[in-house]
């Protein structure tokens, strides 16, 4: 079966930030599209120059190297070497700027080449979910120390929801821990199936059960990104709120 997706993004500096550290990005090759979405971190500038560099990045390396002939395991080797690489750069920043020194950014990315599956991926906390019969399931795992906590069965995902250590991330870009880069997960793709890619801003106000329903009522996935940024506003999020949302389309 033959698949299109439409897509809508949007990315808002909100009501309490002097800067919009968040970027997006939709990059549209012939044969591949990359959704993209990150949330900097770091003094000054410098969280907006790293999520910059790795939504710069990232499609970058996916372009030069995720060639037709590739079968599955060898486009998960190849975004995970896109993702370290985009985290070399950015540590290489840090090391040669002092004004950089410690800058960071989450990224979470949807990749799809034309005819195939979709590939997830995402180091941080931003997120990705899956929304298919009215259900939503989230695709990524958040790399804080709450999600640290519940996997080792010390706290409870509910009090993970509250903890101190939810927004303390212990793997990022612009950090060693990224290692090999991340877990990348294949979804099999259903006719009507959404996506979403969106910071903590959104998540860290608006409920799941929310999301899911805001997002399968929508009929235009532009209109459905600007309005699940103005949702979180309306519930008080004070972080910076992007988010990408994609629909598969039958045809």
Not at 23 to 37: A, C
Not at 117 to 123: D, H, K, R, S, T
Not at 207 to 227: P, S
Request: charged share 25%.
């Amino acid at each position: 079966m033959a698949f299109t997706l439409n897509i809508g993004k949007c990315s808002l500096l909100g009501n309490y930030r002097e800067n919009n550290e968040d970027s997006i990005d939709v990059k549209i090759f012939p044969d591949l599209t990359v959704n993209i979405v990150a949330d900097g971190m770091g003094g000054q500038a410098a969280g907006e120059i790293a999520s910059r560099k790795a939504v710069d990045i990232i499609p970058r390396e996916l372009r030069k190297n995720l060639t037709p002939h590739l079968n599955t395991e060898g486009v998960k080797t190849t975004i995970r070497r896109a993702i370290v690489q985009a985290n070399e750069e950015i540590m290489a920043m840090g090391a040669l700027d002092k004004d950089m020194k410690n800058m960071g950014t989450t990224v979470v990315m949807a990749v799809w080449r034309k005819g195939g599956e979709m590939f997830v991926a995402g180091v941080g906390d931003s997120r990705c979910y899956l929304v298919r019969n009215k259900r939503i399931s989230q695709l990524t795992v958040d790399h804080s120390l709450a999600q640290a906590l519940v996997e080792a069965k010390t706290i409870s995902p509910a009090e993970a929801k509250d903890h101190r250590f939810r927004n303390v991330l212990w793997k990022y870009l612009g950090s060693k821990e990224v290692g090999e880069g991340p877990e990348v997960a294949v979804v099999q793709l259903q006719a009507n199936d959404r996506f979403l890619l969106c910071t903590d801003g959104l998540t860290g106000v608006v409920t799941d059960d929310d999301l899911a329903a805001f997002v399968t009522a929508a009929t235009d996935m532009q209109q459905c990104a600007e309005g699940l940024g103005q949702l979180a506003l309306d519930q008080n999020s004070r972080d910076n709120v992007s988010c990408v949302v994609i629909e598969v389309v039958e045809g």
